[in-house]
């Protein structure tokens, strides 16, 4: 009996829910609808490396009305649509809108062989059999150097200021960058560095290539989680090698984040270093 007036009462509650939606049926008419637009997609030619490359790209609210705005450019590694680009340009976005940061531009750069890109060669004989198109690295920089940021530059209203943000095997490229071609960037976002590539060959050889820094103003935030000793260590290394050059133009910040690990710490870690990047003095 108990459980008949429990099905009642379910049944009787069923009935009067769907009666109640019945009686306020939606009369609105849908009179529109289109695309929610956060950037566009480019190809360009890429002669340094010889083939077709993919850029998404943000543009930050105002663009194209302000014909005299010039604005800094993020170039983001990993940048393709289902990775990195449309995240970091909400931050990007978030950011500027609390005018924590300028309005920027963003250059979203799709992957095609981001092992072949990001990474010098190695002399390890496993990493050679097991990544054989890596080691290209030095072409990707000419890609980057020569071919993209002259076409930026060309189409689109820039300043003086160039960011880098990179993580993992880009934050390793992003290093590179760093000791062997300083003057491309303003501000670098190393995040996760794989420096253990080539033995850590990269780490070793940092103080000498500090030497030839470049006379600009270069900011350098580094940045790791919970990652494994090798990867902490590493970035902490690094950070303490770039500290360490007693370069006067040369800030560099090192923000550990041990609440975060390999896949969650890039989202929060650039949140963070565009805030100091960009900190009001």
Request: aromatic fraction near 10%; charged fraction near 20%.
């Amino acid at each position: 009996m108990k459980f008949s007036s429990i099905l009642l009462l379910s049944f009787s509650l069923f009935v009067n829910i769907s009666a109640s939606q019945a009686q306020y049926k939606s009369t609105v008419i849908r009179t529109s609808a289109h695309p929610f637009e956060l950037g566009t997609t480019e190809q360009i030619q890429s002669p340094q490396l010889a083939e077709k490359r993919i850029l998404n790209i943000y543009l930050p609210e105002g663009y194209d009305k302000d014909l005299k705005a010039t604005y800094p450019v993020i170039y983001l590694l990993d940048g393709s649509a289902n990775e990195d680009f449309v995240h970091i340009s909400g931050l990007v976005q978030f950011s500027a809108m609390i005018e924590a940061m300028p309005k920027s531009i963003v250059i979203g750069i799709a992957n095609i062989d981001r092992k072949r890109d990001f990474t010098f060669p190695t002399t390890i004989a496993q990493d050679l059999k097991d990544f054989p198109t890596t080691g290209k690295s030095e072409k990707f920089m000419a890609f980057i150097e020569k071919d993209l940021q002259p076409y930026i530059a060309q189409n689109y209203r820039t300043n003086d200021t160039k960011t880098i943000i990179g993580q993992s095997l880009g934050g390793l490229f992003a290093t590179e960058v760093l000791l062997k071609k300083p003057s491309l960037f303003n501000n670098y976002i190393i995040i996760s560095p794989s420096l253990w590539w080539d033995n850590q060959s990269l780490l070793t050889a940092a103080p000498q290539l500090l030497k030839s820094l470049s006379d600009k103003n270069i900011k350098v935030y580094v940045s790791v989680g919970t990652e494994g000793k090798v990867m902490e260590d590493d970035a902490k290394n690094l950070a303490e090698v770039l500290k360490k050059s007693a370069d006067k133009n040369l800030e560099v910040i090192f923000n550990p984040m041990p609440a975060e690990n390999h896949l969650t710490i890039l989202h929060n870690s650039v949140y963070k270093a565009l805030g100091i990047l960009n900190a009001k003095k």
